[in-house]
């Protein structure tokens, strides 16, 4: 259906890369190379994860796709201007431009790898804290002792 879609300039948002295969007859990597196959045909691809509640995984969703075909740099272009061009909102967002909203993240590393880690959030310009009672709980267990019956 790839060559459909895109002669038809038909755009998709796929995903969850980080999936088992609808089919019981495709490959196990099917959902991880869906969104190259679709580029690599000339449809414009975005992606997306599924979950509300972990949309923060998003860039790993991403991570994968660039490894099983679609390339790091179009698979961040897949989590970003593409998404902003879809749904109309170009202008504003989707990339770094003179005249958009400061809609941003400062990370470790490359924002595709699992290891890197967000330090900073800016939404429409404004800094947004990155502390929350789920990482407050994770930096307290942390630092627990192993044996609380001392």
């Known amino acids: 259906m790839a060559d459909k879609l895109a002669k038809a300039k038909i755009s998709v948002i796929t ?9 019981s007859s495709d490959r196990y990597d099917k959902a991880y ?23 923060r995984n998003l860039p790993f969703h991403a991570g994968f796709a660039a490894a099983y075909g679609l390339g790091k740099e ?10 902003a ?32 880690q967000i330090k900073y959030l800016f939404i429409d310009g404004w800094q947004v804290p990155l502390d929350s009672r ?3 709980l994770y930096n307290e267990f942390l630092k627990r002792s192993p044996g609380l019956d001392k």
């Open 15 to 23: 995903g969850p890369v980080v999936a088992l295969p609808t089919r």
């Open 33 to 55: 190379a869906n969104a190259g196959l679709m580029h690599k045909a000339g449809v414009k691809v975005a992606l997306r994860t599924d979950d509300t509640e972990n949309v």
């Open 74 to 83: 179009q698979a961040l272009k897949a989590i970003t201007i593409i998404p």
């Open 85 to 116: 061009e879809i749904f109309g909102v170009a202008d504003k967002l989707g990339s770094l431009e003179v005249g958009k909203n400061a809609t941003l993240f400062a990370s470790t590393g490359d924002a595709l790898e699992t290891r890197s």
């Open 134 to 136: 789920h990482i407050q």
